[in-house]
């Protein structure tokens, strides 16, 4: 008779290694025993669940497991991960498996080198296509916009994956739909993201998920557009999209039509008179209006206010189209000690003030430390704008290049000419260059002074945010008192000049 051995789930990983673990250190034979998950039934001939390590007759529950004396045997790492991934897979007879393998990989070590063997092929089999799954529902999980009582959006996606992988899957669309209100439905279990948190609950029906929404007619004509039918290979297509995706796919009701008027449409292609290509390629030239201030302004905070509307008013700058705003200048002016960084970032865009973000904090305790009261300083960015690029919903900050700095300068010079610092002091590479004008390398240039026109001086030091993204906790440590040093040394010579 049959040993029933029982999981909490079908992914139960955990439970199954402790099992596994036990049975082997008791000796209990792969043939002896079967694996089943949660409450089904024994059979009329089975013995009870065998739990090891507890007393015969002891009533227990799936996935729990006295400890058992364990005997000296250590397997691969490489087996652990195996199993792992291949317990995702829907075979029931997985459990079963891998516990054989586990039990043979006591006597033959290089098992899992062997890779021609009936088991280890298999295990890779699963793992291929547990792999499988998971990139098809990367890729043909479509989600749907739904309006909730409270007039927010929410996006709902159905898809039937054909093996366990739901959490598996669960970092890549977090990580991808960071910002939105989504639900991902399937037959076995769903997947619930508020914006903050994951949740799981019980699987649902196809019904459970709505049908269409706005945004699919859109999507249909975009794909209708791009199908290009001198490059169809049908084969290729169902090797990549299997047609048992194509029932949950807003697009699959075009592709048949598609794929049989694609002969016709190539040969009218083909017979099409010839175009003539636009050899024209239009650049965008930064304009070289300087924002020239008025002479009898004086008054230093008048200035900047209207440079600062001059500049939102402007139309030079190709960054602000995609930006929220433009991140202005804060603090006094006239300054003895002018702080220049990079750009803004991804908070600092949303709220329109610099230095406000994790960089922002850390710098206001190197100032703290230095002996520097913000408020008695001027903050401002050599770009006044966040650059970025979008990955899925997430913006993604970008590096400015040599055109970015060249964009604003004109009016870096104007708000330095408004402030009239003493000293500027050049948070990171990017801000280094616009004041210096020459591309500096920050290891071999940081706390050196810089002479600038007006008996005015630039020190150029680390950006916090680089501080911040140190490889350890003592390479950051050592970057940060070199920051604090330096700000020191910023301080200590605007006292200077101005007693």
């Not at 669960?170 to 997947?191: D, H, K």
């Not at 913006?395 to 009016?411: A, H, N």
């Amino acid at each position: 008779m049959m040993q029933i051995v029982r999981l909490v789930n079908e992914t139960d990983f955990d439970g199954w290694r402790t099992a596994a673990r036990a049975l082997l250190a008791q000796g209990v034979a792969p043939e002896t025993l079967e694996w089943r998950v949660g409450e089904e039934s024994n059979g009329l001939f089975d013995l009870p669940d065998f739990v090891p390590g507890t007393p015969p007759g002891q009533p227990c529950k799936p996935g729990q497991f006295s400890p058992v004396p364990l005997t000296e045997f250590k397997v691969p790492r490489e087996f652990i991960e195996l199993c792992s991934k291949a317990i995702l897979h829907s075979d029931p007879t997985r459990f079963a498996l891998l516990y054989r393998l586990l039990w043979r990989l006591k006597q033959e070590p290089k098992l899992l080198q062997v890779s021609f063997d009936p088991d280890v092929a298999k295990v890779q089999f699963m793992i291929k296509a547990v792999r499988r799954d998971l990139h098809k529902m990367k890729a043909f999980v479509r989600f749907r916009e739904i309006e909730m009582e409270n007039g927010e959006s929410e996006f709902i996606a159905w898809f039937e994956p054909g093996h366990h992988i739901v959490q598996a899957a669960a970092p890549f669309f977090t990580g991808r739909f960071t910002n939105m209100r989504w639900s991902i439905l399937t037959p076995e279990i769903c997947m619930h993201w508020d914006g903050d948190s994951l949740s799981y609950g019980p699987g649902a029906s196809k019904a459970d998920a709505p049908v269409d929404d706005a945004g699919e007619d859109l999507w249909r004509s975009y794909y209708r557009s791009i199908f290009n039918p001198a490059r169809l290979k049908v084969s290729a297509m169902l090797a990549q999209m299997p047609k048992k995706y194509w029932r949950n796919l807003p697009e699959a009701p075009l592709i048949a039509g598609l794929i049989a008027d694609s002969s016709q449409r190539m040969d009218n292609m083909i017979i099409a008179q010839p175009t003539t290509p636009q050899r024209k390629i239009v650049k965008y030239v930064a304009k070289k209006t300087s924002p020239v201030l008025d002479p009898d302004m004086n008054d230093a905070s008048h200035a900047l206010r209207m440079l600062n509307e001059r500049m939102q008013a402007s139309m030079e700058f190709p960054l602000a189209v995609h930006s929220t705003q433009a991140v202005l200048g804060t603090g006094i002016a006239p300054a003895s000690i002018m702080l220049l960084g990079e750009h803004p970032g991804e908070q600092e865009d949303l709220a329109g003030q610099p230095f406000i973000g994790p960089a922002g904090k850390l710098l206001n305790q190197a100032l703290s430390e230095a002996g520097i009261q913000r408020g008695e300083v001027y903050v401002t960015n050599a770009l006044k704008h966040y650059k970025f690029k979008l990955q899925g919903t997430r913006r993604v900050r970008m590096l400015p290049g040599l055109g970015d700095i060249r964009t604003y300068q004109p009016w870096l010079q104007g708000e330095i000419a408004i402030v009239q610092p003493r000293i500027v002091v050049a948070l990171g590479t990017v801000a280094a260059h616009a004041i210096t004008g020459t591309a500096l390398e920050m290891e071999a240039n940081r706390g050196k002074l810089f002479q600038l026109q007006e008996n005015r001086q630039a020190l150029v030091t680390y950006h916090p945010s680089f501080v911040l993204r140190s490889q350890d906790e003592v390479t950051k440590k050592l970057r940060y008192e070199k920051l604090v040093a330096d700000l020191r040394l910023a301080a200590s010579i605007a006292m200077a000049v101005t007693y």
